[in-house]
């Protein structure tokens, strides 16, 4: 009997440390989810801007381009959240497709990404 407590003891304590650091890597993969999201939203506010009518094409420009700068610097939280748990690769793949894809196409789907991260069950 004191054999078995011997391995099981140093076992149970193995398998308790695995699953606590297990849930600290999600955890860590939704606060980097959310950093993303702050710099995503930003750019998704000077994007709409863009939508104003009184713009020259100069100033609309601009804007579009202060958007795109705003929401690449969002790649590196959401690369993290990303290696951590590739749930999130929904998230950083978008971001980076802003490079393709003009930002008001995408504007729903990194909307409702956000949501999902701001969200009390930020999981995908």
């Not at 391995?7 to 890597?25: D, E």
């Not at 801007?49 to 705003?70: D, F, I, Y």
Request: positive net charge.
């Amino acid at each position: 009997m004191a054999r078995v407590a011997r391995v099981l003891v140093p076992l149970s304590a193995l398998v308790l440390a695995s699953v606590v650091l297990s849930s600290c890597g999600t955890s860590g993969a939704v606060t980097d989810a959310r950093a993303s999201c702050v710099l995503v939203k930003r750019a998704l506010v000077i994007q709409s801007r863009v939508e104003a009518p009184n713009l020259t094409p100069a100033q609309r420009a601009t804007l579009e381009g202060r958007a795109m700068s705003e929401l690449l610097k969002a790649t590196p939280a959401a690369a993290d959240a990303t290696s951590i748990d590739g749930g999130w690769n929904a998230l950083m793949t978008t971001i980076n497709e802003s490079e393709r894809v003009p930002l008001k196409n995408l504007v729903p789907s990194l909307t409702r990404l956000c949501k999902v991260a701001d969200s009390s069950t930020p999981y995908l």
